[in-house]
């Protein structure tokens, strides 16, 4: 059983705060951010579960703030953390945007939620669509500032990343403008690479994500690769072939025609959701390739040269990209360079946490970027110097790309004669660093 859900701001302000059974006072909130900042009296974050004085404390970290949940009970970890993940999407769903000023704007509407959500400490549903039926006050929308110059838009088939934030009720009014909706393919790739940039180990955990705001509720058709084959080895070397080792789908899904013509029917229910989540394990394209070399020019200096390698196709860019790697204890200092010319690059070093980090804005397709790291010691460099440097760990965002090639073949709408006949589709495909690492 559930005691209290609160939300604190990034200064420990309440903005929102729900007692479900009376069993707690209000210093909870004052007790969990004083020990969230300074764990065990040390300058440390707390565990995302931790128990103070036979109090649980669980919460999860969103955009700067603090989702809460406190229970004197011994509940699962896993269902706390799944509940407060659900309930950060169904606040999003119906504020539209996720930030401190959209929840201060809608504090009925939060409060309504977190009352139809849970009742006496007791989970009821976390679904925007059944609560919809439920809810009766309308978002104040808060929309990001405009800068006073903006570009004109030149290509009409393309749409802003931030038209997803629009709250779901606005699909059944005359507030949220045209029909439409939004399909996102999401890849995470995790690879390992050895110290010569051969591949260890790679995967790929894909989501197929959809926000509907299409009115009269139609089936809709998604259909994907005519040349996919489930099963790790099923597709045996063929040319053209997308291998998934495993797939699930969302409990809206209708599979009749996905085995022999790849199609997904679906009616869509309100708010963000999963369609489908796939994994891949089988070899493919690497986005991005780590070269580390190493030069000892004395016993108490070590250079260490990192060269990343876009392989991604030449009109694709890697942006966001930033590269760390810790260096010895006994560092003293450590100072980076970059090549001759080069713009859009900084790099720093840490001498707290000994961690070097470079960011690169963007990189194109095929392209290389050096950096070169001269590490100073305290005192002389033995043998075992190269396993006191690194991991070399990567971040990077590439869009309009995925490497899996997994497609989206067409998104048919069946009409009811409820909705406009021709709503706009948009399909947006973003590649992602999960856990990108070359061992040194």
């Known amino acids: ?8 701001s990034p200064r420990g302000d309440s903005i929102i705060h729900r007692d479900y059974r009376g069993e707690l006072d209000r210093s909870t909130t004052e007790i969990f951010f004083k020990n969230v900042k300074f764990f065990q009296g040390k300058h440390q974050e707390a565990p995302p579960i931790f128990n103070i004085d036979g109090v649980n404390y669980m919460y999860m970290k969103k955009n700067g703030i603090f989702f809460v949940m406190t229970s004197i009970s011994n509940i699962s970890p896993s269902l706390a953390m799944e ?3 659900r309930v950060t999407k169904v606040f999003k769903d119906y504020c539209g945007v996720f930030s401190e000023e959209s929840i201060r704007s809608n504090f009925l509407l939060l409060y309504e939620l977190l009352d139809e959500i849970m009742d006496n400490g007791f989970i009821q549903g976390t679904s925007s669509d059944t609560l919809k039926a439920y809810i009766f006050n309308e978002p104040v929308v808060v929309e990001k500032k405009k800068m006073k110059f903006q570009l004109p838009k030149f290509n009409p088939k393309t749409t802003s990343s931030d038209a997803t934030n629009k709250p779901i009720s606005f699909k059944h009014s005359n507030q949220g403008g045209r029909d439409e909706i939004f399909v996102d393919i999401f890849e995470r790739v995790s690879l390992t690479f050895n110290s010569n940039g051969n591949v260890l180990h790679s995967a790929i955990d894909g989501t197929i994500q959809m926000k509907s705001y299409l009115s009269g509720n139609p089936d809709l058709k998604l259909a994907l690769n005519e040349e996919l084959t489930i099963g790790k080895g099923t597709a045996q070397g063929s040319f053209g072939v997308v291998e998934i080792d495993d797939c699930n789908f969302h409990e809206c899904v209708r599979l009749d025609d996905f085995d022999s013509q790849r199609i997904i029917s679906f009616t869509p229910p309100d708010g963000e959701f999963v369609v489908m989540n796939y994994r891949i ?12 070399f190493f030069e000892l020019s004395s ?7 990192v060269k990343i390698r876009a392989d991604i196709p030449e009109n694709n860019s890697g942006t966001n990209i930033v590269v760390q ?7 003293s200092s450590a100072s980076s360079t970059t090549g001759i010319g080069v713009t859009g690059q900084t790099t720093e070093y840490d001498s707290k946490k000994q961690l070097v980090t470079w960011k690169i804005k963007k990189m194109g397709g095929g392209t290389e970027q050096t950096l070169r790291t001269k590490i100073v010691l305290t005192k002389p460099h033995t043998s ?4 006191e440097i690194g991991p070399v760990s990567l971040q990077f965002e590439v869009p309009l790309y995925n490497p899996s090639n997994l497609q989206v073949r067409y998104l048919r709408i069946m009409s009811n004669g409820m909705g406009t006949t021709n709503p706009y589709r948009w399909v947006r495909y973003v590649t992602k660093s999960q856990a990108y690492v070359c061992r040194l």
Do not use: A, G, H
């Not at 790697?325 to 560092?331: D, E, L």
């Open 281 to 292: 394990t089988n070899d493919f394209r690497v986005p991005f390739r780590i070269f580390p």
């Open 83 to 85: 509940f407060l993940l």
């Open 299 to 305: 016993p108490y200096k070590v250079e260490l040269i």
């Open 325 to 331: 790697f810790p260096v010895p204890k006994s560092t």
């Open 384 to 387: 075992n110097v190269r396993k």
């Open 1 to 8: 059983m559930i005691s209290q859900l609160f939300l604190l």
